[in-house]
């Protein structure tokens, strides 16, 4: 087995976008990208101390954190996301999707957010075109 042409990633580590309906979709960056990990790393770094010292983070924080997380990082845009009873389409902006992300009603959405950004396999290069010539 070539361990390489099996687990190596090439990820296109640009927005994508999905539809979630007929009449909306998301824009998101892949979790696994550079961008998504250098990001990470930064909000991180006010942890490190107490991480590096065996501490944990707690539920609240945890939670917090990935919203804020995905809100100014890894979701970039969204379009036809209506407010309860679909009068009005509510504009993408970080303010709102931290508190759709934070809403517990939305959780199912917050979870199809990670699920989408964590499949490397809707990132990645198309492998013709990665293996170059075609």
Known sequence: MDI???????LEDTPKTFP??????????????????????????????RLNAG?????????????RFYAEH?????TGIKDRGGKEEIDFSVDNAKALFS???????????IRMASNDAAFEAAKAE?????
């Open 4 to 10: 390489y042409e099996a687990f190596e990633r090439n």
């Open 20 to 49: 979630l309906s007929d009449t909306a979709s998301i824009t998101l960056l892949p979790m696994g990208g550079e961008k998504a990990r250098r990001a990470f790393e930064r909000m991180m770094e006010p942890y490190s101390p």
């Open 55 to 67: 501490g944990k983070l707690t539920e609240e924080e945890n939670k917090a954190l990935n919203v």
């Open 74 to 78: 890894i979701v970039k845009g969204w």
């Open 103 to 113: 809403d517990k009603k939305l959780e199912g959405f917050f979870a199809l957010i």
């Open 130 to 134: 990665a293996d170059e010539g075609n």
